[in-house]
């Protein structure tokens, strides 16, 4: 799974996500984090699917919202960048190149560390579940094995 992290962190405002990347590096080994620029050639070809960590103006939570969210908005954009990546990815969409993205929205400002917090617990649902690292976890069996 890749997670395409957007930010800038030389403006503050739009670095919370880069400000958290280390974390989430450390908490999930099996993603692989890309910070990347949206201006240039982005999103790799043939991937039909983005997940994408971005600070988002406005919100005070991390939250999880599909480019379609961000499309309804009637008002000004809600990000330093947005205009630009969201109409980049709005179009790619309606060409058929791109089929869903998935926003890991994270507020500009707040406490680091529940923001962190909660963004793990999102991506945590983001991932198949055969994939979650946990101490806590059963072998599956399959119909008529038994667990040992």
Request: net charge positive; charged share 25%; aromatic share 6%.
């Amino acid at each position: 799974m890749n997670i395409y992290v957007f930010g800038n962190s030389l403006v503050k405002e739009d670095s919370m996500a880069l400000r958290i990347l280390p974390t989430a590096q450390r908490a999930f080994p099996q993603i692989d984090f890309k910070h990347v620029d949206p201006q240039e050639n982005f999103p790799p070809r043939n991937e039909a699917h983005l997940t994408i960590l971005d600070t988002v103006q406005g919100i005070t939570k991390p939250m999880i919202c599909d480019i379609d969210d961000f499309q309804k908005q009637k008002s000004t954009p809600i990000s330093p960048h947005d205009y630009d990546l969201l109409f980049h990815l709005l179009l790619l969409k309606k060409l058929k190149k791109i089929q869903k993205i998935t926003i890991i929205a994270v507020p500009e400002k707040g406490n680091e560390e529940k923001i962190e917090e909660k963004t793990i617990y999102l991506i945590k649902t983001l991932m198949p579940s055969s994939t979650v690292l946990s101490g806590n976890a059963q072998r599956r069996t399959y119909r008529g094995q038994t667990r040992g």
